[in-house]
């Protein structure tokens, strides 16, 4: 009888065991299907913030270009601002010199005009 209560209390323990078994294997498999639909979210996340991260590159280049055709633009607008300074600066000395010193007459570029156009650059 003994050995009776034994196996009996074995098969109790194996079918307990069993039981516990079955509803972890239920449970991973749970888990499983949790993990790659959570994998699957990820993974396009990941190729959103990929694209967005492309989007971003191209907007940052169109932007550098944008920002260094307005320092261009500054620039030669300085540039023409410091020509003009130059060329007030000249009128006037010339126009000094004109009433100081009998005899001048203005500069030779206001003066006289080349004969050809393409003669203005050498004149300048």
Known sequence: ESDHREAAARRNH???RLTELSEAEEAASVASVEIAARAKEVTAQLERLQ???V???QEKEQLQYERQQLLDSIQDAAATERQLDR???MARVCSQLSNAVPGVHGRVLDLGQPSQKRLNVAVN
Do not use: I, S
């Open 87 to 89: 060329e007030r600066e």
């Open 55 to 57: 989007t971003c590159k």
């Open 51 to 53: 694209g967005n991260t």
């Open 14 to 16: 194996l079918q307990r």
